[in-house]
């Protein structure tokens, strides 16, 4: 799973997680998606007050995974075309071409519920200067 998703069910706390350390967490197609929905959720959700959201393993989020290989395949296994094409006509998940995420941003931006990045840091010791 490349995005993990909790809901504290006495708090209305989510945490939405990157899960693909091996790649620092840099965004696939299907993450692309996958966010897209969690961000749909969370707006609509009744129980969720707010957001946190992190990354595993050392690094939040690398960029895009535009290199990928596969990634089209995976996509279409988890979300499968038609479905996909049923989101966008309603404005929900990131339009085809769409290299800049745009709609995924505006999503981010317009979402109504407080959000926090918890990023981990590990800050130099002296002698790494």
Known sequence: RLILWSLDGTTGVATV???SPQNLNSLRILQTWELSLVVEH???????????WT????AFNAG???NG???QEELDAAIPEQVREHYISRGIGPTPGDLA???LTLAF??????????LLYTSPSPRDS
């Open 17 to 19: 997680t990157l899960n």
């Open 42 to 52: 969370v707006k609509n959700d009744p129980k969720t007050r707010c957001v946190v």
């Open 55 to 58: 990354g595993s393993g050392r």
């Open 64 to 66: 895009a995974d535009w």
């Open 69 to 71: 290989t596969g990634q």
């Open 101 to 103: 995420l745009k709609e």
């Open 109 to 118: 931006w317009d979402l109504p519920k407080p959000s926090v990045c918890c």
